[in-house]
């Protein structure tokens, strides 16, 4: 049961130690949760796959230092971002800037609904066109399809 | 009409191909730095050999130098070390060294038994300036143009083909430009 008890008390007290909020003190939560927003939304640019938030390089360190140098000096995102960016490259930030080079993967998602509703009312007004068009098999047809389907097949 | 719609398929695979085919080869790892075209950042460091001796961008002014990022931790830097200095002493380039993130003492003690390819060696232990010019992994080597300004980075170990290929055109460039 000591043992139990143990344990559990281990498990308790993991979250403690994991979290980052005591190496970078801030008054406010709201403060401390802008800057989490912040380090998610940065790329490491050695780890390339990781934001610099869950990165462990010694890179990922020095930006959340200066990410949370440049907040305590009151600094907004934006500032914040563009600091990074002019330093690393446009490659650290997860969200791209619209701009010129971006625009088309900006647009992507849009542009494949737009072309995904043309071809459902192509498809759509087509059917109807076909449905309203051909009534259906000419009598001749009619018999003929009879024929073969062997209705009189009971004749032979 | 309906013949062209059928060969919307092989356009769109054969534009997927072309710019698909554009990204192989290119390592992912290697960005091209923000800073090409930019001056050097504003810097105050102490020289590595002379601790009193205050040095800033000035270094860079009046020829085309290299800018070569290293440190003793880093083992990629001891493989391109004997490159660096064969640069220094049979193809007479200006190299100004940064020791970055290091410690003076074991910086010393390398270019004592290695050979010191840096005409100038500045000494950045808490990365400021390494952080400034965006370096992301040691080694790293800018070209420098003699009015300061970044021209091109190499990321990773310089050698005798990266030496050919990508830098000496820029030095090159740049020394002619002068």
């Not at chain 1, 979250?15 to 802008?34: C, K």
């Not at chain 1, 930006?63 to 914040?80: S, W």
């Not at chain 2, 950045?124 to 143009?145: C, H, K, N, S, W």
Request: charged content about 25%; glycine content about 8%; overall charge negative.
């Amino acid at each position: 049961m000591r043992r139990v008890w143990l344990m559990l008390a281990v498990l308790a007290a993991t979250p403690l130690w994991a979290s980052t909020s005591d190496v970078y003190p801030f008054d406010s939560a709201a403060e401390q949760e802008r800057f989490n927003n912040l380090i998610t939304e940065l790329r490491c640019p050695k780890c390339q796959n990781q934001n610099i938030a869950d990165s462990n390089s010694p890179i990922s360190k020095d930006m959340r230092d200066e990410v949370y140098r440049m907040m305590q000096d009151g600094a907004t995102n934006e500032e914040v971002t563009n600091a990074l960016v002019s330093r690393f490259g446009e490659f650290v930030r997860y969200k791209p800037r619209l701009e010129q080079r971006t625009w088309l993967l900006w647009a992507t998602p849009v542009l494949a609904v737009l072309a995904g509703l043309l071809v459902v009312a192509g498809i759509v007004l087509r059917s109807r066109r076909a449905a309203a068009g051909s009534p259906g098999l000419s009598a001749e047809e009619k018999a003929r399809a009879e024929r073969i389907l062997g209705k009189d097949s009971g004749s032979h | 009409m309906r013949r062209v719609l059928l060969f919307i398929p092989v356009l769109l695979a054969v534009t997927l191909g072309i710019v698909l085919f554009a990204g192989i080869g290119k390592d992912p790892n290697k960005l091209e730095s923000a800073l090409i075209g930019k001056p050097v950042p504003e810097f105050v460091l102490a020289d590595l050999h002379n601790p009193e001796v205050q040095l800033g961008p000035e270094v860079f002014r009046g020829q085309v130098s290299l800018l070569n990022v290293w440190g003793t931790w880093c083992p990629a830097c001891r493989d391109e070390h004997g490159d660096l200095v064969w640069l220094a002493e049979q193809q007479g380039i200006r190299i100004v060294g940064l020791n970055y993130k290091d410690e003076r003492e074991l910086a010393l003690q390398w270019l004592d038994r290695l050979g010191d390819p840096y005409q100038v060696s500045l000494y950045d232990p808490r990365g400021e300036l390494g952080f400034d010019l965006g370096v992301y992994g040691a080694p790293e080597t800018y070209v420098i143009d003699p009015d300061g300004i970044v021209r091109y980075r190499h990321v990773g170990v310089v050698n005798e083909k990266v030496w050919r290929e990508d830098l000496e055109p820029v030095v090159r460039k740049f020394r002619e430009d002068s």
